[in-house]
């Protein structure tokens, strides 16, 4: 763990704890160097941490998880805490984006056939990207908008994307352990609800903070609001519906997948599931705190977590070790390595084949793939090594299996839901 407590020659508001190396961190400072030079610094993952740290309501220090990169606002992987202050952009539009895995008692011994009908069977019953369902499922949490006017506002459309898989980083994967035990593992969040969510209530966090003359530049896009506030408390509840909607749009992904094995005789053995963009109220350090996780996982002392990997390299069950200095958290996953951008004019569809040979993919590989390739991740082993004292990993999963959406649809073709007049 690196402690900063001085960038660019200035001294923090708060410490900024990192758990990278130091040759990470100097590629970082390069990074912050090149950005300033096209202004673009606040593009950079030192001025994104400088930034946060920088406002006077953050509670002791901020943490940076070994998988870090630059986001929007905050970098992917933030930790932080404050007694009261919610800012909608550090949790970001995935709201409640997380993971979730069933092991199975099926050991694989090679039937790529039956692979490829899972595979088959899964895409049938999961729509990707922008797709919904024409029929909604049903679930009783759709009850629970009723205190939350965005939600409400949006809950036809969120009702026919309950159950669906979205595109980007999102994925469905089928992996072993080392001891050949299937599993199936998904990331997926709130999908277009909480979309809605950060961006109006940034909005409106903007207008409340030049009222109030508050802190924060506005290139820094860190407008809050007060849990105490009117529009705070509303914020609130609107987070916490989105968060469990997203858990159960996991959880119809995987009771798909539950089926499934259950008629091939498979049987499910363990359920994990973690959360890792989202706000939490949680007894740190002996204080009421709301934490706000962007890319992190709640790693406390004999919590399960999975860190998610590559198409190639697969996810890690780990254990955590509830080290308060990272605020009981870990790494989400392997982290990007290179922008979308930058790994579809550097990547190759061949490099690509390579990688992904022997696993079964949902979607011939080509180069709409490429900004979702292995190489454009961090190495996950240097991530866990940098992160040995925030978790124990419990298995190694090895990815035979993935799923994830690769187009990106035009406006003309995004289908919209049907909804009964």
Request: aromatic share 8%; proline share 3%; glycine share 8%.
């Amino acid at each position: 763990m690196l402690i900063i407590d001085k960038l660019f020659g200035k001294p923090l508001a708060r410490p900024v704890k990192l758990w990278i190396s130091q040759d990470e961190f100097d590629t970082l400072v390069l990074d912050h160097s090149k950005r300033v030079e096209t202004h673009r610094e606040n593009e950079s993952a030192l001025q994104q941490f400088l930034n946060l740290a920088s406002l006077p309501f953050i509670e002791s220090w901020v943490a940076g998880m070994p998988d870090l990169h630059p986001g929007k606002s905050v970098c992917i992987g933030t930790v932080f805490a404050t007694r009261g202050q919610l800012v909608p952009n550090t949790t970001g539009v995935d709201i409640g984006c997380g993971m979730a895995a069933i092991k199975t008692d099926y050991v694989y011994d090679g039937n790529v056939a039956l692979l490829k009908e899972f595979v088959a069977g899964m895409k049938a019953n999961v729509p990707l990207g922008f797709n919904h369902r024409e029929v909604p499922l049903e679930d009783g949490i759709y009850e629970e908008a009723d205190e939350c006017p965005i939600s409400q506002r949006e809950l036809e459309k969120a009702k026919h994307a309950l159950g669906t898989l979205g595109g980007g980083n999102h994925f469905l994967s089928f992996d072993t352990d080392e001891e050949g035990f299937l599993y199936v593992v998904v990331h997926t969040g709130s999908r277009n609800l909480g979309l809605k969510i950060c961006s109006e209530y940034d909005e409106i966090a903007k207008l409340q903070n030049k009222k109030w003359c508050s802190v924060g530049e506005e290139g820094w896009e860190l407008a809050y609001l007060p849990i105490d506030s009117k529009e705070g408390g509303a914020y609130f509840k609107e987070l916490k519906f989105a968060q469990k909607y997203a858990k159960q749009n996991r959880h119809h992904i995987l009771e798909f997948a539950s089926r499934m094995f259950e008629a091939n005789g498979i049987h499910e053995t363990e359920r994990i599931e973690c959360i890792h963009n989202y706000i939490s109220v949680e007894n740190i350090m002996g204080k009421n705190l709301f934490v706000t996780r962007k890319g992190a996982v709640n790693a406390q002392e004999g919590k399960l977590v999975i860190i998610g990997g590559n198409q190639m390299t697969g996810s890690v069950i780990a254990v955590g070790k509830g080290n308060v200095q990272a605020f009981n958290s870990c790494s989400h996953g392997a982290g990007r390595a290179m922008s979308r951008t930058e790994a579809k004019n550097t990547l190759s569809v061949e490099e690509m084949k390579e990688q992904m040979k022997g696993i079964v993919t949902s979607e011939e590989i080509s180069e709409k793939m490429l900004d979702e390739a292995p190489n454009a991740y961090k190495n996950l082993q240097s991530v866990l090594d940098n992160e040995n004292d925030l978790v124990t990993v419990r298995n190694r999963l090895k990815t035979v299996a993935v799923i994830k959406d690769i187009e990106e649809a035009k406006p003309w073709q995004k289908k919209k839901p049907k909804v009964e007049e």
